[in-house]
Structures are given as structure tokens and as C-alpha cells.
């Protein structure tokens, strides 16, 4: 089984290739540097959340276009398998359980936030909301000028198309489950 770097690297390159872009051109129209790029499309480089939505949103596609497997008939995932993307020094643990396929318009994901964890999202693609249910702990999501607090067994959806930010403010680690949809 391929890493998630792995998986990341093809499926860059992959599309890039198939929007019939440059290397200079996505690093244009992403702000990520040509010689980030070029290490992220070899599997050399370990990129942040962040890194991976500037390279989704300059080349219009999902999120979860950069991180989707190879299809088979049915999948069972096992999340101890799962290379995590991570942010906050690795405080946030982003699983991508079942990656959008440009074909399906929604993602899954399991998190971890670390108490005292933050991690600011870039926006998503035009008309992208985001479900997302707490299993464990308490987070703070800021977004469209609102701060929710999110408490375990509770659930929220939000417009996921301007930036946005979550924050465990709770005492231990935070367990979520995010679904992207992506219109």
C-alpha cells in the first residue's frame, strides 16, 4: 500500500498534467514554490494541510482529489494504516478515511486536535459545506464571523468556502468526523 505522500505525489502530478500545467504554472497559481512542488510530486516532501489547499484551490479541483486511493469494488479502511496529514507541529491529525473522487462530491475524514491544537483552513472550492460530528472533547470553529463550540455528541454544518479555523478548547483530544460536500 502506497503512503498518503505517495498517493499525494501521483495524484498531483497526475492532475496537473492533466489540466496541461507547468510546474511554474501551478506554483503561479497556488503560491507554493516550484521547488516544493517538484518535492511533494516526487513523494520527498511531507505537506501541510495547507500546502495541499493552495495546490487544490490553484488547480480547482476538491481536496480531496490530492489524497483519493485507488478504487476497488468495496474498501475497508483501517485509520491505523492511514499516513495522517498533519498541521500544528503535528498536533492535528487530519485521516483521510474516503477521499472525494471528483465523481462521489463528498470526503470523510477522521481528526484528532491535540488539546490546545489550532489549525486555520484555507477556504474550500465555491459552495463546499462541511458536517462534522464530535465523538470526544470540545472544539471552538470560527468561520463567517461566528465562533461555535462544539461539545461531544453534538454536530455541526457550516458554508466551508471562506476561511475558517478550529481550536480544541477542551481538556483532552478532540475525535471528529468531518464530510466535505463539495456541490
Known amino acids: 500500500m502506497d503512503t498518503m505522500n505517495q498517493i499525494i505525489a501521483k495524484n498531483i502530478k497526475r492532475l496537473r498534467e492533466e489540466r496541461k500545467l507547468s510546474m511554474e504554472e501551478l506554483a503561479r497559481l497556488s503560491g507554493v514554490s516550484k521547488s516544493m512542488l517538484a518535492q511533494i510530486e516526487r513523494?520527498?516532501?511531507?505537506?501541510?494541510?495547507?500546502?495541499l489547499w493552495k495546490l487544490s484551490n490553484g488547480m480547482g479541483v476538491p481536496f480531496d482529489a490530492l489524497t483519493v486511493r485507488?478504487?476497488?469494488?468495496?474498501?475497508?479502511?483501517?485509520?491505523?494504516?492511514?499516513?495522517?496529514?498533519?498541521?500544528?507541529?503535528?498536533?492535528?491529525?487530519?485521516?483521510?478515511?474516503?477521499?472525494?473522487?471528483?465523481?462521489?462530491?463528498?470526503?470523510?475524514?477522521?481528526?484528532?486536535?491535540?488539546?490546545?491544537?489550532?489549525?486555520?483552513?484555507?477556504?474550500?472550492?465555491?459552495?463546499?459545506?462541511?458536517?462534522?460530528t464530535l465523538f470526544a472533547g470540545r472544539i471552538e470553529i470560527c468561520t463567517g464571523g461566528q465562533r461555535l463550540t462544539v461539545e461531544k455528541g453534538e454536530s455541526v454544518r457550516f458554508k466551508a468556502d471562506t476561511a475558517h479555523s478550529y481550536r480544541n478548547t477542551g481538556d483532552e483530544t478532540a475525535v471528529l468526523h468531518m464530510i466535505l460536500f463539495n456541490p
Open 70 to 132: 485507488p478504487k476497488n469494488p468495496y474498501e475497508i479502511v483501517k485509520t491505523a494504516e492511514l499516513q495522517p496529514l498533519l498541521e500544528d507541529d503535528g498536533r492535528v491529525k487530519n485521516y483521510a478515511l474516503f477521499p472525494d473522487d471528483e465523481n462521489r462530491r463528498f470526503a470523510v475524514y477522521y481528526l484528532e486536535l491535540d488539546k490546545g491544537s489550532y489549525w486555520a483552513s484555507e477556504p474550500h472550492l465555491r459552495g463546499t459545506t462541511e458536517f462534522i
Open 43 to 51: 513523494g520527498e516532501g511531507n505537506p501541510t494541510i495547507s500546502t
